[in-house]
């Protein structure tokens, strides 16, 4: 690319599309293009081998392959180099698939111009290059193409699926902060992520983990802009992130580290620009350094620059909790549609933090009997259900839910392949993959986590009929509480509890009643559904903005 020239291996059997296709690349000066033809899949590996090729066009339908295996078969041999997928036929579910197994773009034959040829060859290029560096994560990945799966079928302008491929802005710092011995100052590296600058000023949180990196932040950014529209919040995603372990930090050092994460990025934070609260390894003490940072900046206290304080400092009833409580209205609302009561169901919740304690405890309040539950130490299985007030009382004095005497020890995987009604991933990403899908044995999967499904586990839940509450609606009671906080804080208000559950319910049961609507009318699993649904919002409000200047 930097040289300007660009070696396109066409693999295509039809004459008149590859003169097309010569004559529309021809016509590029700036860069140029040499384009190889080859007209069977035989051919193409051949070529592929030899090298040189910068970006492969694909026809699926060849004299020696046919469909999906021509794209795996060819994958094979192009680990490094981008494919785009060109296809006569206009199905949905083909093209869908090659991207969800990493084609970089489609383009269907009948629509192809000059124009969307060449943006879609560079966009290839360009994606597969960021992806080798720090945008590199799994995670990422994941986000994209679940985002492009529901783009692609709810044929959303090529435009705006371009700009929302990526986050419009992601800021990194390298942090010093002091440790407590000596004079030893560590440096870690910590971002800021803002997906979507359109929709109002950007929402989310902060993650503290020795793994993050910027294609996870990124990941949980675009997912915020999902949740946001999805459930009519005026703002989009963003995500902030810090690769350290918390666990391994006195309090004073997590709070040098956090003041300065604040004074690192407090030109693009603030009330009416970028809003933290906290995620994993973060919580309302973190919040509260952040917003006394903030408001010494400025010199003034400023409560909603972020939410998910501690209430005396004007955090909101019921925002601690909102994750867990609104994971289960809408757990209740898919047991009904599923035609059972949640009273009675049973229940088993991995990960036993903020989401999962407080999902476990709303499931037992709700009568359902909670069989297992796990942290990062261990996890604990009792067929009678377990006694959830305890276990958090057991966490609060030792940590972890190890050594706890309620139930029989097994392991993380174990957990997941338990049989029971609702099962409920509340702890981190990548948890139900093609390897164990197959062994689920629950009704409901109700992800309080973000990112636990992989996508080709996604394809089988959706075969397996197990009911999914997709991520961006599982877990938005945070956000929902957030905006409430933010709200209240805008307006010097304090709402009561029960009215900020009772809109909280009133948000979600709407959002998935239209994401349930969308996946019957037209036969689509519930998380495009879901993203579909928030796509359009910011489809149109992207339209309507328009583009400065
Ligand atoms: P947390 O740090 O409070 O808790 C995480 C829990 O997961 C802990 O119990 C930890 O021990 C456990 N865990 C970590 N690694 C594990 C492993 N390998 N196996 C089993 N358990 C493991 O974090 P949280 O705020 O509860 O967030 C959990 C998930 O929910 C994350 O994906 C987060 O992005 C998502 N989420 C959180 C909120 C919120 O309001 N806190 C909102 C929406 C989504």
């Known amino acids: 690319m930097a040289s300007q020239h660009i070696t396109v291996l066409l693999v295509e059997d039809n004459p008149v599309f590859v003169r097309l296709i010569q004559k529309l690349l ?55 180099t981008p494919i785009v997928i060109q296809s006569a036929l206009d199905d949905v579910s083909l093209a869908s698939k090659a991207v969800e197994g990493g084609a970089q773009d489609y383009l269907l034959k009948d629509r192809i111009n000059s ?13 597969k290059r960021a992806r080798g560096a720090e945008w590199s994560s799994a995670m990422f990945h994941l986000a994209q ?18 700009r929302l491929l990526f986050p419009e ?17 560590e ?16 929402k989310g949180g902060i993650r503290y983990h020795p793994e993050v990196d910027l294609g996870e932040v990124a ?32 309090s004073a050092e997590l709070e040098r580290l956090t003041r300065r994460y604040t004074s690192a990025f407090i030109g693009i934070i603030g009330p009416d620009k970028d809003i933290p609260a906290p995620d994993m390894g973060t919580d309302a003490q973190v919040m509260a350094w952040i917003m006394d940072t903030y408001s010494e900046h400025v010199g003034f206290s400023v409560p909603s620059v972020v939410t998910g304080k501690p209430i005396v400092l004007g955090g909101s009833l019921g925002r601690n909790e909102a994750t867990g409580r609104g994971l289960v209205y809408l757990v209740a609302e898919a047991c009904r549609h599923m035609g059972f009561d949640i009273n009675g169901a049973t229940a088993v919740v991995q990960g036993f933090g903020n989401v999962g304690a407080h999902a476990a405890t709303f499931l037992a309040e709700s009568g359902a009997k909670v ?55 509340c702890a981190l990403q990548n948890q139900i993959t093609a390897d164990n899908v197959g062994r689920l ?19 089988i839940l959706k075969e397996r009929g197990i009911f999914l509450l997709p991520d961006i609606l599982a877990n938005a009671g945070g956000v929902i509480v957030s905006y409430f906080e933010w709200v209240q804080g805008l307006q010097n208000l304090m709402w009561p509890l029960e009215e900020i559950n009772d809109r909280m319910r009133a948000i979600l049961t709407d959002a998935l009643a239209r994401t349930l609507q969308r996946a019957q009318t037209q036969h689509l699993d519930m998380r495009s559904a879901a993203v579909i649904e928030a796509l359009n919002r910011v489809g149109s409000a992207n339209q309507l903005r328009g583009l400065f200047p």
């Open 115 to 127: 124009i969307s040829l060449i943006r879609s060859i560079h966009f290839a290029i360009e994606r």
């Open 187 to 202: 440096t870690v590296f910590a971002y800021r992520v803002q997906h979507v600058l359109t929709m109002g000023p950007t």
């Open 219 to 250: 990941a949980l950014a675009m997912w915020m802009t999902w949740k946001c529209a999805l459930t009519n919040l005026p703002y989009g995603g963003a995500k902030g992130g810090v690769r350290v372990d918390p666990g391994a930090l006195s």
């Open 371 to 425: 069989i297992a539950v796990s942290d990062v130490a261990t996890a604990i299985y009792n067929r009678n259900g377990l006694p959830i007030e305890k276990l958090k009382d057991h966490v609060r004095e030792h940590r972890f839910l190890t050594d706890c005497p309620y139930g029989e020890v097994i392991t993380n995987r174990e957990l997941l392949e338990l049989s029971c009604d609702i099962l409920a991933p």
């Open 26 to 80: 021809g016509r590029s000066e700036h860069p140029f293009f040499a384009v190889e033809p080859v007209g069977s899949l035989a051919a193409a590996i051949e070529r592929l081998g030899r090298g040189g090729v910068d970006v492969v066009l694909l026809d699926l339908m060849l004299p020696d392959s046919e469909a999906l295996d021509t794209f795996y078969r060819l994958r094979a041999h192009a680990s490094d």
């Open 145 to 162: 193409q679940q985002f492009l799966k529901a783009a692609y079928i709810a044929d959303l302008d090529d435009n705006i699926r371009q």
């Open 441 to 459: 044995s629950c009704r409901i999967l109700a992800e309080g986590a973000n990112g636990p499904t992989t996508l080709e586990a996604d394809e």
């Open 169 to 185: 802005r992601a800021q990194i710092a390298a942090l010093p902060f002091k440790r407590d011995t000596g004079d030893q100052v």
